[in-house]
């Protein structure tokens, strides 16, 4: 099965047109328009395959849609939160002297990453129009519940505890297994989206694609991870329990040694 390029450009202008609230806001390149973007591809492409939509694929596109949707209602009530005011007026400040044209080539790029996210979605849909069951779906699927329900509760997890400890890290819940569940569900979800594309994948360009997109955005959450690691350490570095903390729960992945991916990059250098 070659790649149906006239859905991928489909998928394209899309997320182009749900992302184009940045130009008013930057970061909500990142946040609400990322959301928006998987939301709509999943609504769109529902409207295109919804005569050969079914089983394994439909679930894989509800999660999509799911995913989106809960992303995007998570970071507006985030957003109204006054607890968050502070973050939000920082994000402002640093985006605020960024060019027109700078505000272009983001929302190029990241219109291009949601379209490669979500790649393997349509390509399972491509394939199943075609008459052939997507025999890697159903593991995909279930790696993609999994990632998505981790994030979903530390998300609200985090919320709820910083509602009441707006001065403290977060350290209850999945938050004691791991630092940064909710980033280790994302991950978690977009392998799980990937893994579900694996039986349609059947040109060097449709693996290079959907690979590029899945180790994109996993790159992304470790980066952001390292990110909050360093924010957290100037913030609580201080504080002995917070010491005890990192050196007993792992930064991203759970049940590993590795404690610090500022200390790792170091080390790699």
Known sequence: MTIPWHLVGLAFLVCLAVSAPGF???YYFVSLCYAGAIAAQSLVFWLVFRDTIGGWALLQLLL???YGIRLGAFLAIRERNPGYAKELAGAERRTSEVKLWQKIVIWLGVSLLYTLLFLPALLTLSLQAQGVWPASAPLG????IAGLAIESIADWQKYNYKKTHPSH???VGLYRMVRCPNYFGEMLFWFGVWLSGLSAYTTVAAWLL????????????TAAAAGLERKQDDR?????DYQDYVRTVPILFPATAIYSLRKLRLAFR
């Open 24 to 26: 008013r806001r930057v």
């Open 169 to 171: 890290y977060c350290d």
């Open 210 to 221: 959907a690979t590029l997109g899945m180790l994109y955005i996993e790159a992304l959450m």
């Open 64 to 66: 999509l849609l799911a």
């Open 141 to 144: 699927v279930l790696v993609m």
């Open 236 to 240: 609580y570095g201080a504080q002995p």
